[in-house]
């Protein structure tokens, strides 16, 4: 379930300072990474995982495993279009290269103990 739904986020990104796009980066090059447990423990937020995964919020083993599963999948971010920080939420578009597809994505952030997470994601027109 994780998969699909890993594919339908966006790229994540922001400034130096951890803000939404930089998680965007993170995202993408812990994907290319195959680095579940940065994705899982640091980049995803836990209603995101359970909703995924069907795991209970905050089991961070179940995403970890479905992850770890995961083979080839490239991800390159082409641009960041426009970023929206509407206090602890934001929204990144994007347009990402996956698996050599030109793709625009769209991006959603939640803020949660001071740190950007990714909380979902959608192709825009989709």
Do not use: H, Y
Not at 33 to 58: H, M, N, R, V, Y
Not at 101 to 120: N, P, S, V
């Amino acid at each position: 379930m994780l998969v699909p739904a890993l594919l339908a986020l966006p790229a994540c990104g922001g400034g130096d300072d951890g803000g939404p796009e930089q998680i965007v980066r993170e995202f993408i090059d812990a994907t290319n990474a195959q680095d579940a447990e940065k994705l899982c423990d640091e980049l995803l937020s836990p209603a995101f995982i359970a909703k995924t995964t069907g795991a209970k919020e905050g089991d961070t083993d179940t995403c970890k495993k479905q992850l770890g599963a995961v083979r080839g999948l490239r991800l390159r971010l082409v641009e960041v279009r426009k970023t929206d920080v509407d206090g602890d939420s934001a929204t990144v578009s994007a347009v990402l290269r996956v698996d050599g597809a030109r793709q625009a994505r769209q991006f959603e952030l939640t803020k949660q103990d001071g740190d950007w997470k990714l909380a979902g994601g959608s192709t825009p027109g989709a």
